[in-house]
């Protein structure tokens, strides 16, 4: 039977692409990624020609793409799931955004959810002083919300309140108990009264990576005693009208909607019972947490979800409606505070691959002449006869005469030469049984095989760091997809890991998205001599920029703002050059003109004094240039 011919969409369910890209990705005819901003077809461009494009005026891989038009559909396709939950379920309150600031402070990307979310009455939420100067310095709708989340010292909420006083809708969430004092304290210095919301610390709990960040235990939020004590506070001062929000959230990325639903029931009963005691409060704010699937599994993996945004919307309203029905108070507002759900997608960052590390010395086959020590020779007879009959018998025997063989090298009877044709032999062992375990005619894998592919899979190097553009990945193991973004019209003849260009060991992926599972390598086409060979991570938008740090002083690389046109074409809107080799030296309190002069300008002059000439001539030209590696 001749072999079927590889396609494209072949690449696209090897890759699942389909499943997690959301629309917004695929592969295009000439088998080259491409992306989709709004996820109407007539609007879609090549990735590959963008990278291409971009590389003829000197903007080299490492390199984030982001995609504006990806973030205004994000921002539409919430509101517009909460519009029609509304309606469908006839709730008499409203639907407003906010974007939690942290999520990504990057300036264009704020902006352009703010020019997206203008007509939604879109806000801010932020955390610090620095995130508020942002929020407050950006022209947003008269009725946008301002939100002041996290602990706060005193300037902070004197910032929060002068802008109170000059007109806008700045909320100043009660964190804790000793905040109230101080909100109080100022607001009556300023003469002006405060807008507050009550963060309540909920019993139910979210699911996934962060589902300890409710409950208990839980870092921010008040307590139902400190909640009823804020009240008592509030009437005293005849301040219980600026209480207009509760707020309440379960942790990021939730992966089950029936977590969302539990904490809606609790958390609208206390707005219900407050509202009783005569609390005017008009918003609910559901938090954050609406996640991302970054598998395409749509399960409640830690890396999935097992809901859409209508789906989230739904419950929200449904659930909100139905409670405040049964207490009889009325509807309030809905807020949520959506921050990975809104710019996850809209990065997309492309490395070149620059290396294979080729662990099993495919390259190699071993012959022998019959006068090679027995150890060679039992391993050479298990390589050529190992079968699908006798395989685990074989293998058992193999890692045996592999043991040997260094046990016989250690104890000084073996050659080098020896060594390595028996490391040879016990990998084409390996491959061989690779080959047995894929066959079709084997109709059980049985377990202690399961991890053959992971000891089998090569190492590509790619010019990038881990540390820096995907920090979650190295710190909690956040999975990404991974893909080649050209080649998808030829089968991939490698299985592998990826490495970065860090000399940290940690710097690596070895675990990939799988829609079954978590599988410990992936697909990947051979490099090929004098070709770029790119390799893309996507997802990437939430949280990665901000959290990614300068390992090895490796900086932030290139940045490339697209805009995608109808006719298939595109328009590079802003470049943001990376990091320099100078610009990290000093963030870490290095003087590049101290460092370059070295030295040598303490010493007297010698025979090597061109060299040192030299030397500070190449200092000085690095210094421009970025810190990733130039090829």
């Excluded at 049964?326 to 309030?332: A, L, N, R, S, T």
């Excluded at 820096?468 to 997809?481: K, T, Y």
């Amino acid at each position: 039977m001749p072999m079927k011919h590889w396609t494209v969409q072949d690449a696209a369910s090897l890759y699942g692409i389909r499943e997690w890209g959301n629309g917004y990705f695929g592969i295009n005819a000439k088998g080259h990624l491409e992306i989709t901003p709004t996820k109407d077809e007539s609007l879609s461009c090549d990735v590959y020609e963008i990278v291409q494009h971009l590389k003829k005026k000197g903007i080299r891989t490492p390199v984030n793409l982001r995609f504006p038009q990806v973030l205004a559909h994000r921002v539409i396709e919430v509101n517009e799931a909460f519009r029609h939950a509304i309606i469908e379920f006839g709730y008499e309150g409203g639907y407003q955004g906010v974007y939690p600031v942290k999520t990504n402070q990057t300036k264009e990307v704020v902006e352009e959810i703010i020019r997206a979310g203008n007509k939604y009455h879109y806000g801010l939420e932020a955390g610090s002083k620095p995130e508020l100067m942002i929020a407050l310095s950006l022209d947003l709708h008269p009725e946008a919300l301002v939100l002041c989340n996290g602990y706060k010292d005193e300037s902070f909420i004197r910032m929060a309140l002068l802008a109170r006083k000059a007109g806008r809708k700045v909320v100043i969430t009660v964190e804790k108990m000793t905040e109230l004092p101080l909100i109080l304290k100022v607001a009556k210095e300023l003469k002006v009264e405060p807008l507050i919301g009550l963060r309540a610390k909920l019993n139910a709990q979210g699911s996934g990576k962060w589902e300890t960040s409710a409950g208990d235990h839980a870092k921010f939020g008040l307590t139902t005693r400190e909640i009823l004590d804020a009240i008592e506070v509030l009437e005293k001062r005849d301040l219980l009208d600026s209480v207009i929000e509760l707020h309440f959230h379960i942790g990021s990325q939730i992966t089950d909607i029936r977590k969302i639903k539990s904490a809606m029931k609790e958390a609208t009963r206390i707005y219900a019972k407050l509202r009783k005691m005569g609390v005017p409060i008009r918003y609910l704010n559901v938090g954050g947490g609406l996640g991302v699937d970054y598998d395409g599994s749509k399960t409640t993996f830690s890396s999935s979800m097992n809901y859409t945004i209508s789906e989230y919307a739904a419950d929200v309203v449904y659930t909100t409606k139905d409670i405040c029905s049964q207490e009889q108070v009325p509807m309030p507002d809905l807020l949520s505070e959506s921050g990975r759900a809104i710019v996850a997608y809209h990065e997309v960052v492309v490395v070149d691959i620059i290396g294979l590390i080729d662990t099993t010395h495919t390259k190699y086959t071993v012959a022998l002449t019959g006068n090679e020590p027995q150890i060679l020779k039992e391993l050479a007879y298990t390589r050529d006869n190992i079968s699908i009959k006798n395989f685990a018998e074989m293998y058992h025997d193999a890692i045996t005469q592999k043991d040997e063989l260094l046990t016989l090298f250690n104890l000084g009877y073996l050659g080098l030469e020896d060594r390595s044709k028996g490391e040879t032999l016990f990998w084409e062992v390996c491959r061989k049984l690779s080959r047995i375990l894929g066959s079709k005619s084997l109709k059980y894998v049985p377990e202690e095989f399961q991890d053959l592919n992971k000891s089998l899979a090569d190492k590509l190097i790619a010019n990038f760091s881990i540390f820096q553009s995907m920090p979650d990945h190295w710190a909690i193991e956040q999975l990404f997809p991974v893909m080649p973004i050209h080649r998808l019209k030829e089968k991939p003849g490698l299985s592998a890991t990826l490495c970065d260009i860090t000399c940290d060991s940690d710097g690596k992926m070895e675990k990939f998205i799988d829609l079954k599972d978590v599988r410990d390598e992936i697909p990947f086409h051979e490099p090929r001599g004098g070709e770029s060979y790119y390799v893309a991570f996507f997802l990437t938008g939430a949280y990665q920029d901000i959290l990614g740090m300068r390992h090895n002083l490796f900086g932030a690389p290139n940045e490339a703002h697209i805009m995608v046109h109808e006719d298939d074409t595109f328009k590079v809107q802003h470049i943001v050059k990376g990091d320099t080799v100078d610009h990290v030296l000093r963030s870490v309190h290095y003087d590049p003109d101290v460092l370059i002069a070295g030295p040598q300008t303490k010493r007297k002059p010698t025979a090597k004094g061109d060299a040192a000439e030299a030397l500070r001539a190449l200092l000085t030209e690095e210094r421009k240039l970025h810190t990733y590696l130039e090829i």
